[in-house]
């Protein structure tokens, strides 16, 4: 579909849920390359430095957001399971900026679908942000700019900024008015493959929400956030020269980084397993044999082999020989969140 006709189309969807009170929209997880860990202020979700992802096309979240009179209150069904609780009360305080923005008090059902594995470091948080600030908006008849919304999801999540836009995204620190994430290159700019190697199904024990705020009790963490803004310079510059060999070090330099924060946090936070240090070590050896492939790890035990595409088959094959790992997903790079049919 060309840009236009992708214009054109979501401009009928968004005027077909104004009228029905309800919106449907997709959105893709993203992977950071170089990370956000920690927040200038928490409540807002202002990032303590900027980062850069791409969004992953063969994950998605779908959602459904229909604003009902006849509703007692908010009402949240996750893959057909009906949730209350810490993550009910998540999505009703996103759905409240929306609220404000629309002038509106109507309570809402929201129906979402998804499949990332929750829990488990890949953000599953960042498509599940971006898709419900994306319908929540249109059901409540905003038209809001694509910034607009990166600021919405952006506040549900943080991640999910960097999952409104297209392909390979760039957030940046700021006010609660800035704060937004814009497209650095569209998904058909590099074929890369992350080929997520999930290590653990387990649901984390501290999740990112958790994480964030103990990221100043690192005396690591200044030096990290000092040091952000000359490798995501590097990785922006090797990235859209497509020059995985030059963007490898620093991603990875980026993601371990992160994780040393993480580690000599109090308290601290060790998400790596033996099979997570196996695939860092065994990531090493494939580039030694001439597989050029680098890692990056979330907040998680999972590793997120980063290769182009023509590696990508080689890369999984490997993977899945390392004892722990459960299983192996490849995925190419993703367009914006938008409304669906
Ligand atoms: C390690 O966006 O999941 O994946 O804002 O509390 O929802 P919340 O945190 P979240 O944090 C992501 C942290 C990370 C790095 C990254 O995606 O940049």
């Known amino acids: 579909m060309s840009s236009k006709d992708f214009e054109n189309q979501q401009v009928g969807l968004r005027r077909q849920a104004a009228g029905e009170r309800r919106a449907t929209a997709l959105a893709h997880p993203n992977i950071a390359l170089i990370k956000y860990w920690g927040n200038q202020d928490d409540d ?3 990032p303590a430095n900027p980062s850069l992802s ?14 009902d009179d006849r509703l007692p209150a908010d ?3 996750i893959n057909g399971t009906e949730f209350s609780g810490p993550a009910l009360q998540r999505v009703t305080a996103s759905l409240d900026l929306v609220r404000r923005l629309a002038g509106i008090d109507t309570p809402a059902r929201i129906e979402s679908d998804s499949n990332v594995p929750v829990g488990s470091g890949i953000a599953s948080s960042s498509a599940a942000f971006a898709a419900l600030s994306v319908a929540a908006a ?9 910034t607009a919304l990166s600021r919405l999801a952006r506040r549900g999540s943080g991640s999910a900024s960097r999952s409104v836009p297209a392909g390979y995204c760039e957030w940046v620190t700021g006010s609660d008015q800035t704060s937004v994430a814009t497209s650095i290159a569209p998904p058909d700019h590099w074929a ?3 080929v997520v190697v999930v290590a653990s199904r387990a649901h984390k024990a501290v999740g990112s929400s958790g994480g964030h705020p103990l990221a100043r009790t690192s005396s690591l963490q200044a030096a990290r956030v000092a040091g952000v803004e000359a490798r995501l310079e590097a990785c922006r510059e090797t990235l859209l020269a497509r020059d995985l060999d030059r963007m490898g070090p620093v991603i990875e330099e980026d993601a371990v980084i992160m994780h040393a924060v993480m580690m000599s946090s109090r308290p601290p936070l060790y998400y790596w397993t033996p099979t997570t240090m196996a695939l860092i070590l065994a990531t090493q050896q494939w580039r030694a044999e001439g597989i050029p492939v680098y890692f990056t790890i979330d907040a998680g035990p999972n590793v997120h082999l980063i290769c182009e595409a023509p590696y990508a088959q080689a890369v999984e094959a490997q993977a899945r020989k390392i004892a722990g790992v459960q299983t192996v997903l490849a995925s190419q790079p993703g367009g914006p969140a938008r409304l669906v049919d």
């Not at 249109?138 to 700019?145: E, H, I, K, P």
């Open 54 to 67: 791409m969004n992953l096309g063969d994950l998605q979240t779908v959602t459904a957001v229909t604003f």
């Open 192 to 194: 890369l493959r992350d």
């Open 75 to 77: 009402e949240l069904l």
């Open 44 to 46: 807002l979700r202002l």
């Open 138 to 146: 249109a059901a409540a008849g905003l038209d809001l700019a694509e």
